[in-house]
């Protein structure tokens, strides 16, 4: 398969995942065993789904051709380059492609004058009035370069604004990897936009692919978002460097303090070594020009660390040439199609397995929670039938005995709801600590304390006490929260084994939530504010004003991002571990009053017994039914999820045939349609038709 194969397959899969939850969640309305959290649940499982993004990040210094590595994975089908691709730079911003279905395609631009202030690009992104947009003709290739040509945009600007920027730091030393050049006007040229996001719907984009164009060194060393957030959730990194240098001294900074450092084994970090084409010389043999590639791939590979595995030598250029005009033979020359097949396997796997995972843990929490429902139920519904049956013959005293004892369970229940009340009046208080130690608000008037401390600061050990405190606060109120989170997990746990021995209901582990991810991105955000702000090379070369900036527009931004999901996701969290145990109350206290109902309507007319006996083996049948359908509904999921892993694989024939069989036997069993076999078995013919690409001329390899 080709990467717009498997990526259209992963598409079609999601559809189908979503599919599946939306008919459980329709089932449970129908069989009135819906509430407003089981609701929540499944809805939040679904966006999720839907807004899965696959987000591949291209990093390089400038002129390694990474645009036109772009253009040649991508953009081939419109014939023509899309992105700007020339010699020197072309992309002078960093730039996000990705498809927003409800607005028109566009370029936003984010002028550069906003990096003088202390919002973040993020923060940014949520004011749209900040932003220049230009809108996208994409009828016309050439009305799409010319309009894309703007993120190459630059001004000129004196020392001063560069320096007030962060282009330049106070010993008027480069800052960020950008030329200090200067004019006879004594000026410099300096990005004209801080960051493009680029609306196109274009099929894989359309399909939730996000493409991050990087300009270099001087964006990544400027926008630090790239590195505490952009770079390090892409699901693939693309590290392009030239063929003909191979790894240079600034490729090297990038290399380690960006993408490759710390980061050992990681999936999805992939170099390419680009223009091999450039080492192809009529001179010499083609075993002569292979020996020299494979010399410069073991070189790249020895200096970066890596196994030569993970470097593939390509001809971007020869490769978006060789698609456009249909040249099979160049295309292999060009050695793009083992990039794009190594691409799919790293990217789709390792994001089919987080949307397996999740789909799993929400949907199995849900489906067995209904389950002990109906078990509960099916359980109650034999009490009663060996109740009524046991009274078979019996005269009214039996009968009113029988009255009395479920009297005296019902009040007995109801008097021990009293422990469920305190429990309650429990929970509440440690919910209100626990969201008062994630308050986004506090940790907002917290920000606002340390900025005046930092502002008042007239020495580098001062600024850099502010900045330590800072941490030493956040990474505190983590803490304090994690016990918070324990403490309600061990109430809970003891709630319901108290409800399971003394009632008999029925209760899976209580639903697990954790701070420990919040925890790792603060310490990474600490790790990174050392090593770039809080650091004496950087407060002795650096204004204080640039610090102070920096620190509250990414630091201190991105912390506050970190705790507002934290607390949204601990809220949801603290909405649902309750959800199990007020359905299991509220049914045993259905079920209790049923049965005194029954005793009671036989008290009172002895030839109701064997109508009420027959009723309830109706009930009976009908909860069996229930059961059959929802541990269906379960096994086809299961069975969507198993068949999507082995489709990703990467062991030729066997995986399809294991596939096959896997399919035949789910269809069998009426989980999977007759159209997923040829998914599996038959890949399309029309690579662009199978990514849903309108282009007819696309050379494509499987």
């Known amino acids: 398969?080709?990467?717009?194969?498997?990526?259209?397959?992963?598409?079609?899969?999601?559809?189908?995942?979503?599919?599946?939850?939306?008919?459980?969640?329709?089932?449970?309305?129908?069989?009135?065993?819906?509430?407003?959290?089981?609701?929540?649940?499944?809805?939040?499982?679904?966006?999720?789904?839907?807004?899965?993004?696959?987000?591949?990040?291209?990093?390089?210094?400038?002129?390694?051709?990474?645009?036109?590595?772009?253009?040649?994975?991508?953009?081939?089908?419109?014939?023509?380059?899309?992105?700007?691709?020339?010699?020197?730079?072309?992309?002078?911003?960093?730039?996000?492609?990705?498809?927003?279905?409800?607005?028109?395609?566009?370029?936003?631009?984010?002028?550069?004058?906003?990096?003088?202030?202390?919002?973040?690009?993020?923060?940014?992104?949520?004011?749209?009035?900040?932003?220049?947009?230009?809108?996208?003709?994409?009828?016309?290739?050439?009305?799409?370069?010319?309009?894309?040509?703007?993120?190459?945009?630059?001004?000129?600007?004196?020392?001063?604004?560069?320096?007030?920027?962060?282009?330049?730091?106070?010993?008027?030393?480069?800052?960020?990897?950008?030329?200090?050049?200067?004019?006879?006007?004594?000026?410099?040229?300096?990005?004209?936009?801080?960051?493009?996001?680029?609306?196109?719907?274009?099929?894989?984009?359309?399909?939730?692919?996000?493409?991050?164009?990087?300009?270099?060194?001087?964006?990544?060393?400027?926008?630090?978002?790239?590195?505490?957030?952009?770079?390090?959730?892409?699901h693939a990194v693309l590290f392009i460097l030239a063929a003909d240098t191979g790894v240079t001294q600034s490729d090297l900074i990038v290399w380690r303090e960006h993408i490759g450092g710390g980061h050992k084994g990681r999936r999805g970090r992939m170099v390419v070594l680009n223009k091999i084409d450039g080492l192809w010389d009529e001179l010499r043999s083609e075993a002569e020009i292979e020996a020299e590639i494979a010399r410069q791939s073991r070189s790249c590979a020895e200096i970066l660390e890596l196994n030569k595995a993970q470097i593939f030598p390509v001809s971007a250029q020869k490769g978006l040439v060789a698609k456009v005009n249909q040249d099979y033979r160049l295309l292999l020359k060009s050695r793009l199609p083992q990039l794009e097949n190594a691409l799919s396997f790293e990217l789709i796997p390792s994001k089919h397995e987080i949307v397996r995972e999740d789909a799993e843990v929400e949907f199995g929490e849900?489906?067995?929670?209904?389950?002990?429902?109906?078990?509960?139920?099916?359980?109650?519904?034999?009490?009663?039938?060996?109740?009524?049956?046991?009274?078979?013959?019996?005269?009214?005293?039996?009968?009113?005995?029988?009255?009395?004892?479920?009297?005296?369970?019902?009040?007995?229940?109801?008097?021990?709801?009293?422990?469920?009340?305190?429990?309650?009046?429990?929970?509440?208080?440690?919910?209100?600590?626990?969201?008062?130690?994630?308050?986004?608000?506090?940790?907002?008037?917290?920000?606002?304390?340390?900025?005046?401390?930092?502002?008042?600061?007239?020495?580098?050990?001062?600024?850099?006490?502010?900045?330590?405190s800072f941490f030493i606060d956040v990474e505190e109120?983590?803490?304090?929260?994690?016990?918070?989170?324990?403490?309600?997990?061990?109430?809970?746990?003891?709630?319901?084994?108290?409800?399971?021995?003394?009632?008999?209901?029925?209760?899976?582990?209580?639903?697990?939530?954790?701070?420990n991810a919040y925890a790792h991105e603060l310490k990474r955000l600490h790790g990174w504010c050392n090593e770039h702000l809080n650091s004496a090379v950087q407060l002795l070369t650096s204004e204080k004003k640039n610090i102070v900036q920096r620190f509250f527009s990414e630091v201190a931004a991105q912390t506050q991002r970190i705790f507002e999901r934290a607390n949204w996701d601990a809220e949801n969290w603290l909405k649902i571990i309750m959800a199990p145990m007020e359905t299991?109350?509220?049914?045993?206290q259905l079920y209790l009053k049923r049965r005194l109902e029954s005793i009671r309507r036989i008290h009172q007319a002895s030839e109701t017994l064997e109508e009420r006996i027959e009723e309830l083996e109706g009930l009976r049948q009908d909860l069996e039914q229930q059961i059959t359908e929802v541990d269906h509904i379960h096994e086809t999921l299961q069975v969507l999820l198993k068949l999507e892993n082995l489709l990703v694989e990467e062991h030729g024939k066997e995986t399809a045939e294991k596939a096959a069989k896997m399919v035949r036997e789910a269809r069998k069993a009426g989980v999977v349609k007759a159209a997923v076999k040829t998914e599996v078995n038959e890949p399309a013919r029309n690579p662009a038709k199978a990514a849903g690409n309108p282009a007819k001329n696309t050379l494509s390899l499987a």
């Not at 078990?375 to 013959?393: C, I, M, S």
């Not at 299991?584 to 045993?588: D, F, G, K, L, T």
């Open 366 to 468: 849900v489906y067995t929670q209904v389950r002990n429902v109906l078990e509960g139920r099916l359980q109650g519904l034999a009490e009663q039938l060996t109740e009524l049956g046991d009274l078979r013959g019996k005269n009214k005293g039996v009968v009113e005995y029988m009255m009395g004892k479920i009297k005296a369970e019902k009040e007995e229940f109801e008097s021990g709801l009293q422990h469920y009340h305190a429990v309650r009046s429990v929970f509440s208080t440690l919910t209100n600590r626990l969201l008062k130690d994630l308050s986004v608000d506090s940790l907002r008037a917290l920000i606002g304390r340390r900025k005046e401390k930092m502002l008042a600061a007239h020495f580098s050990r001062q600024i850099s006490g502010v900045m330590e």
């Open 477 to 515: 109120r983590l803490k304090k929260a994690d016990k918070g989170v324990v403490e309600i997990q061990e109430m809970m746990r003891a709630v319901y084994k108290r409800l399971t021995v003394e009632q008999g209901l029925r209760f899976s582990a209580p639903v697990a939530f954790s701070v």
């Open 584 to 588: 299991q109350v509220r049914e045993h």
């Open 1 to 234: 398969m080709s990467l717009a194969q498997r990526f259209a397959a992963y598409s079609q899969w999601r559809h189908k995942v979503i599919a599946v939850v939306e008919r459980f969640r329709k089932w449970l309305v129908e069989q009135d065993l819906s509430d407003a959290q089981t609701e929540l649940r499944l809805s939040r499982l679904k966006d999720r789904i839907r807004e899965d993004k696959l987000n591949v990040a291209f990093v390089a210094e400038f002129s390694r051709g990474k645009s036109e590595l772009i253009n040649s994975i991508f953009f081939a089908d419109y014939g023509d380059r899309i992105l700007p691709s020339s010699a020197g730079r072309t992309t002078m911003c960093p730039t996000e492609l990705m498809f927003i279905p409800a607005e028109a395609p566009a370029i936003r631009l984010l002028p550069i004058e906003t990096r003088a202030d202390n919002i973040s690009v993020s923060e940014y992104k949520r004011q749209r009035n900040r932003w220049h947009e230009v809108a996208l003709d994409t009828s016309s290739a050439e009305k799409m370069q010319q309009a894309l040509r703007q993120v190459s945009e630059v001004v000129r600007a004196t020392p001063d604004e560069a320096s007030e920027l962060g282009f330049i730091n106070k010993d008027g030393e480069k800052e960020t990897g950008l030329e200090i050049v200067l004019g006879e006007d004594g000026k410099m040229e300096i990005p004209r936009w801080r960051h493009a996001i680029i609306n196109f719907p274009h099929p894989l984009l359309e399909q939730g692919l996000v493409i991050l164009d990087t300009p270099g060194l001087n964006a990544i060393g400027s926008e630090p978002e790239l590195t505490l957030s952009l770079l390090p959730n892409a």
